[in-house]
């Protein structure tokens, strides 16, 4: 009953062609199919859609957009300064806020968030002097 409901390869209902989950013809993929074929949309409008209803998010129906393979484009290739902006980004992520020491780790969001390290995340009594990631002299 279901696939009935979504069936709609005209657009006459929808506004678009529609069909149902994992009923879609050939020669057209999601964007996240076409990147594992190393295309892009490119621009092109959406094609066609899939629609499900999902017993999860309140038994909601989903939709899935589809384009065309034979329109997509290559994906572009990044440039060596692409390359370089994101590593630089990456490294961001790994310093500590507060000592701007290489965690050897990403951060999660809340540390980042909290502006410190695991290590620094215990809040000590230290006099003024001295920094919150510093290890005191035992």
């Not at 989950?21 to 949309?41: E, F, I, K, V």
């Not at 384009?67 to 484009?73: E, G, I, K, Q, S």
């Not at 000592?99 to 009594?125: E, K």
Request: positive net charge; charged residues 30%; proline residues 8%.
């Amino acid at each position: 009953m279901t696939a009935v409901r979504f069936y709609d390869p005209t657009g006459a209902k929808y506004g678009i062609p529609t069909y149902p989950y994992r009923l879609a013809p050939d020669g057209y993929a999601t964007r996240r199919q076409l990147r594992a074929q190393g295309l892009r949309p490119g621009g092109q409008d959406i094609a066609a859609q899939v629609m499900w209803r999902t017993r999860r998010y309140g038994r909601r129906v989903r939709v899935a957009y589809l384009y065309r393979v034979d329109a997509a484009l290559p994906v572009r290739t990044m440039t060596p300064a692409k390359w370089a902006a994101l590593a630089k980004a990456n490294a961001a992520r790994r310093l500590c806020p507060r000592c701007d020491r290489d965690a050897g780790y990403t951060l999660p969001h809340l540390a980042r968030h909290l502006r410190r390290l695991r290590g620094c995340a215990r809040p000590r009594r230290m006099n003024r002097m001295e920094s919150c990631c510093e290890q005191p002299d035992r």
